[in-house]
Structure formats: C-alpha cells, structure tokens
Nanobody, 115 residues
Framework: QVQLVESGGGLVQPGGSLRLSCAASGSIFSFNVMGWYRQAPGKQRELVAVITNGGNTNYADSVKGRFTISRDNAKNTVYLQMNSLKLEDTAVYLC?????????WGQGTQVTVSS
C-alpha cells in the first residue's frame, strides 16, 4: 500500500513563497506520475502540477511561471516550490501518485494566502 504524506503548508502573505513536500512510502521511481492537486472551498479539485518518472512536467495555466515541481528519487519525495503566491492559491493541496493501474492520494496540506 502506497502512503503519501504532505508537509510544508501554512499561512503566507501575497507575493510570498512556500515549498510543499510529499514523502512517499517505497521507491517513487516506480511511480508513473506524481503530482499535486488542490481543492478550494466550494470548488472542484484541480490539477496544479505533475511530473513523470522520466522528469516531464505539466502545469496548470494559473501557476505556470510561479510554481515548480521536482522530485528527489533518493529521498522518495516530490516537491512543489510555490512563488509569487496569490490569494486565489488558497486551498488544500493534495499529493497524488499514479502507479498503473492505481491512483493514490495524500491527506492534504492547507495553504492559505492572506494579508
């Protein structure tokens, strides 16, 4: 059973930065895709960024140029560096892993952008 544990969320002012971490049980090298989704109150869950085991990345248009996803296979960890945070980035951020044919989710970490 894969377990994903997020950390790094918190309260930050607009324009600030946070780095989220997702530590996975087992080797992430075998994961086809890992990434981050987010869900704001009253809104649907949406993709933020994903990275394949080959290192290819994909981002939501709303975060391009501000967020960077990366992975450290030695530490079995995926990161999301979030810069220039905006009020609308406030959400619960969930780590995601896809290992054919199964999908796994972390419990989520709250990110609040507020002045």
């Amino acid at each position: 059973q894969v377990q994903l544990v997020e950390s790094g969320g918190g309260l930050v002012q607009p324009g600030g930065s946070l780095r989220l971490s997702c530590a996975a049980s087992g080797s992430i090298f075998s994961f086809n895709v890992m990434g981050w989704y987010r869900q704001a109150p009253g809104k649907q869950r949406e993709l933020v960024a994903v990275i394949t085991n080959g290192g290819n990345t994909n981002y939501a248009d709303s975060v391009k140029g501000r967020f960077t996803i990366s992975r450290d296979n030695a530490k079995n960890t995926v990161y999301l560096q979030m810069n220039s945070l905006k009020l609308e980035d406030t959400a619960v951020y969930l780590c995601y892993a896809y290992i054919y044919p199964d999908r796994y989710w972390g419990q989520g970490t709250q990110v609040t952008v507020s002045s």
